[in-house]
């Protein structure tokens, strides 16, 4: 039985001395495609893609800030440096990145603040209906 490849997989170039440029981030389009192809055949497209094991951890320098995966037991971790990130933080960072296990593909998508314009009221219509009483 063949082993399950793990690998994080960005939309951008491999640039020499082992840096990334990101171009944008993976959407559900993107994890459809992915799901699709091998990771052989992702080195012809945007997609680029770095292998992980649980052997041995991923350190990526993001933003000003030394990034490091670490993939143990099915699970993906984030560390930022010497303190842990906020979850803003993480969120930004782990959106430019999707997962790809085999031909299953994860990917975390920020969606956009709901508007915080508040609706207006509708002026309330009262109808009146009246009869005219008739003189005796």
């Given amino acids: ?9 960005f ?11 990101l171009k944008s981030k993976p959407g ?7 799901s699709k192809q091998s990771t052989h055949t992702t080195k012809n497209t945007s997609y680029q893609s770095i292998p992980i094991d649980g052997k041995k951890n991923l350190s990526i320098y993001f933003c000003d800030e030394d990034i490091q995966f670490i993939y143990h037991n099915m699970s993906l971790q984030l ?7 906020t ?24 969606l956009p603040e709901p508007n915080m314009i508040p609706r207006k009221k ?12 008739e003189d005796e």
């Fill in 1 to 9: 039985m063949e082993e399950i490849q793990h690998s994080l997989i």
């Fill in 11 to 21: 939309i951008g170039e491999k640039k020499r001395n082992k840096e990334l440029q």
């Fill in 28 to 34: 559900f389009s993107d994890a459809i495609c992915l």
């Fill in 79 to 85: 560390l930022a440096g010497d303190k842990n990130p």
């Fill in 87 to 110: 979850d803003e933080d993480a969120l930004e960072v782990i959106s430019n990145f999707a997962f790809k296990e085999g031909n299953k593909v994860t990917f975390l998508k920020l």
């Fill in 122 to 133: 509708k002026k309330e219509r009262v109808l009146l209906v009246g009869k005219e009483l």
